[in-house]
C-alpha cells in the first residue's frame, strides 16, 4: 500500500492537510485555533518506540473546546511491557484501536493548520514525524508552541534555568490533576496550563499570536 | 468513543442540579459539548449591557462575583453554581456584569443544549423556574450548593427581581443616645420613637446598638438594672456598610454575622460619620414591594394594551409564587394589587379619553371575588358605579355622563383581559350606575323585600371594594345596608339560607358530588360546591356581628375566630380550607388556561383529592353553625 502512495505522489489526506497552510495564520489570539495534544508511547527512543496515544483538544477564543477533541488509541506491533505500569494501555486493551496510518490521517484531519500546543513538545512532535516518516511523508507543518518553554516567559517563573514538569507546572498553577499519564488527561490539564499562562502574559498589554512565538522558535524541534 | 475529559466534566456536573436531574446519557452528551475558559481575577465572563453569549455558565473553580453598576456584588457563584442562564432565558443582553473574584476555571454550556436536554426535562426545569423565585424571596435556602444565581438577565424594570439588588431605603434619621445614658431613657425613647433598635453615638460614630432583644434578654432578667448605663448592656462594635449598600449584600453581611440591624456609615466604617440604620424588617419590606414595579409599570402605561402586558406579567408573577408555595393569602393580596391599580389605570386613561370633566363626585366599584380580593385569575368584570346625588333637572345628563365612561372602562378592562360579564354586572349597565340615593333605595328594597333573585345579587354587591373615587360615597353606602339590615334582621336569615343551599360537597358514601349533565358533566365544580359556601358563610356572620370593612373571606374568618374565641379552631379551619380550595382552583386555572373552575378529579393524583376532601368537612361545620345560629331549622 505504501509503495502505491509513493509511486503515485502525496496522498490526497496529505494534500488536504497542506492545503490548509495557505490561509495566514491571525494575529488575534482569540481567532487562532490551537489544538493541545499529548502522546503516550511504547519509550523514549523516537526510532524505536510507538505511539500507543493521542489526546488533543482545541482552544479556540481561548476556550477549550471539548466538543472539539480527539482520543485516539494505537494497534501495536512493537509493545515494551515496561511501560504498561505508567501508561496503562495493554497490547489487547478493550479500547478501540487504529491502525498507526488511520491514526496519524485522523489526527492529520484533526489539526489543520491549528497552532500546535504540547508540554516538551519536541518529543511529541518527533515522535508523529517518526509515524508520518514510516509512511513516507514528510514532517508536520505546523507551528508549535511548548508549554514548558512558555511558562519561563511568566512572572511566575523563578528558575528560568530549570526544565519543569507537567506535574511541577500542575502545583504552581494550583490545578487538581486527573488522569494523568493518559494522553487525554494529560492534554486537558497542558491546555489549562496553556490558556494559564496565556493570562498571565496577557497581564503586560495586549498579546498577539506572534508574541507567543518570539524567542521560542530558535529552539527548534529537537 | 472514549471522552476522558468529557467523562471528568461529567463526574463534576452530575452532582449539581439540575444536572442531576438528567439521565446519564444525556448529561455526557452536555459533557462532550462543554467549553472551558479560564479567567483570572478580574477577568469579565460577560459584561454589563454586552450582547448575549450562546451558552450559560458553571464555576467549576475559583469563584465569580456577579456585578451590577460596575463594582457592587450582587451575589458570588463557587463550585458548581450556574450563572448566565436567565439572559439566556429571557433573550436578552446581559444586565449586569460576571467576573471573576477568585482565579476560576469555568464551564460554558451551550444554550442549544439547554433546550434540548434541561428545560425539556421536568425535573430540571422545575429546579430552575424554583430557583429563579427563590433568588429573592427566599435567600436563606441560598447557601445550598448548585443554586442558580442568574440574576443578571432577569434585571428589566418589569420583574420584582430587580428589587433583590436595588439599593435598600433605610431609614434616615436613626434614634440614637450617648454612651452615659440610662437604658431606661433609651428605652423611653425607643418606645416614643416605634423603633426596636437605638445606636449608642459618640461624635457622631456609631459605638453600639441596644435592640429590642438586649432589653428582654439583659433587663427583663433582672441582670442589668433600668438606671444602668447603656454602654453597659450595648452590643459593640456594631457592623457598618455604606450608603449605597444592595438587599443582597446586606442579607449575606446580616447573615454572615448573625445580627439583624447594619449601622449606614458616610464611607462604611465605623470611623466615620452615622448616617442609617438598617433592620431586618426592612429587607423584608423592600422585598415584598417587589411587585410595586409592575404596579410602577402599570402608572407609566399609555395604552390598554401595555396594561395587557403588565397584567400577563403578574399571572407569570403569581404562578412562579404558586410553584414556590408561597402562602395564597400573600400572593392573592399582591396580585389584587395589581389588578386593582390596572383598573385604576384604566380609569384614568378613560376619564383622560372623555371631553370634560365629571360633573359630580363618583366611586368605582368592583364587586363579587375582586371585590372580596380573591381574584387570582383573571376572570370576569363584575363592577359597578355610583355618583353623588344632583339635581334632577341635571340627573339624565349626569347618569349619561357616567354610563359613557363606564363603557369606556369596561371596554379598556377588556382589552386588558379581563372579560365582560355574562349576566351584564357591570357598571355600563344603567341599572348598576346608579346615584347615591338609588343605590341606598336599592339595597333597602333588597334587604327589606328579599327574595331568591335580590339575595343572590346581595351576595355580590355585598361584597364590594371601592377601586377608584370618593371614599364617602362607599361609607354612605355600606352605612345605609348596616342600618337596613339592623331594622329588617330577618333579612340575614335568608342570606343564611341561602349560605347553606349548596350542601357539602360529598355524597353519602363520601364520594365528591360531580357535574350530572352539561358541559361540564363529570367534572367538580369547586367554585360553586366548595368556595362559595364557604364565601357565603363568611358573609352573613360577618354583617350578622356588625363588621364592616371586611370583605375578603379570609380577614372576614379571622375578624370572626377574634369576636368568637369559642368557635376560633372551627374558623381556622375554615380559612385553612379556603386557602386550600383557592391555590387548587389558581393551579387548575393556569394549568388549563382558564378560571379554574371544574376539576377533572381522574386528574388529581390521591393525596390531593383527600386534601380536597379535608376541607368539606369545614364547611360541613361551619353551615351546622349558620343553621344553628339562624334557626334556619324552623324556616326549611
Known sequence: ?222 | MKNTIAQRIYDFLKDFPPFNSLEEGQLMTICEQVKIGYYEVDDYVFEKDEGLHDAFYVVKDGAIGIFRDGNILVDKCDEGDIFGLRALIRQSDYRLSAKAIEESIVYAISSSLLEKYITSNVDASKFIIASFASNNLNPHLKREKGRLYSLEGEFSQDTDHLAYIQTVTHRKSPVICQEDTQIGTAAVTMTEKKVGSIIITKDNRPKGIITDKDLRTKIATGKFSISDKVSQIMSSPVITVSENISIAEAQITMLRNKITHLCITKDGTVESKLVGVLSEHDLVVAQSNNPSFLIKEVKRALTAENLRNVSQKAQDLMHRYLVQHIPVSFVSKIISAINEAITEKVIELSLDEMSVQPPTTFTWLSLGSQGREEQLLLTDQDNALVFADVPAEQFDETKSYFLKLAHLITEKLNVVGFEYCPAEMMANNPKWCLSLSEWKNQFKDWITRPDEDKIMLSTIFFDYNRVYGDVHLVDQMTESIFQSIDRYSIFLNFLAMNAIKNPPPLSFFRQFLVEHSGEHKDLFDIKARAMMPLVDAARVLVLSQNIKDHNNTLKRFEKLSELEPQNKELYNACMDAFKILLRFRTVEGLKHKDSGRFIDLKSLSKSNRLKLKGCFGSIKDIQELIKVRFNLAQMM
Open chain 1, 1 to 222: 500500500m505504501f509503495s502505491r502512495i509513493l509511486k503515485r505522489g502525496k496522498p490526497e489526506f496529505w494534500k488536504a492537510y497542506t492545503g490548509h497552510f495557505k490561509e495566514k495564520l491571525p494575529q488575534d489570539l482569540h481567532a487562532v485555533r490551537f489544538v493541545v495534544f499529548d502522546t503516550e508511547t511504547t519509550g523514549l527512543d523516537v526510532r524505536k518506540d510507538r505511539l500507543l496515544s493521542i489526546g488533543a483538544l482545541s482552544v479556540f477564543h481561548l476556550k477549550i473546546d471539548v466538543g472539539d477533541s480527539l482520543e485516539l488509541y494505537v494497534k501495536q506491533e512493537v509493545f515494551n511491557a515496561g511501560t504498561v505500569g505508567i501508561h496503562g494501555i495493554l497490547k489487547e486493551g478493550g479500547l478501540l484501536k487504529l491502525a498507526e496510518e488511520e491514526a496519524i490521517i485522523t489526527f492529520l484531519g484533526y489539526i489543520k493548520n491549528s497552532v500546535l500546543v504540547a508540554h516538551h513538545a519536541a518529543f511529541d512532535i518527533a515522535m508523529i514525524n517518526e509515524s508520518l516518516a514510516r509512511m513516507g511523508l514528510p514532517k508536520l507543518k505546523n507551528k508549535v508552541l511548548d508549554t514548558g518553554v512558555l511558562f519561563k516567559k511568566t512572572t511566575l517563573c523563578e528558575n528560568k534555568e530549570n526544565r519543569h514538569s507537567l506535574d511541577q507546572l500542575c502545583a504552581i498553577f494550583k490545578l487538581r490533576q486527573h488522569d494523568r499519564h493518559t494522553a487525554a488527561g494529560d492534554a486537558f490539564l497542558t491546555g489549562l496550563v496553556f490558556l494559564k499562562i496565556v493570562s498571565n502574559l496577557s497581564r503586560s498589554g495586549k498579546l498577539k499570536v506572534s508574541d507567543l512565538f518570539f524567542n521560542s522558535e530558535r529552539r527548534g524541534l529537537l
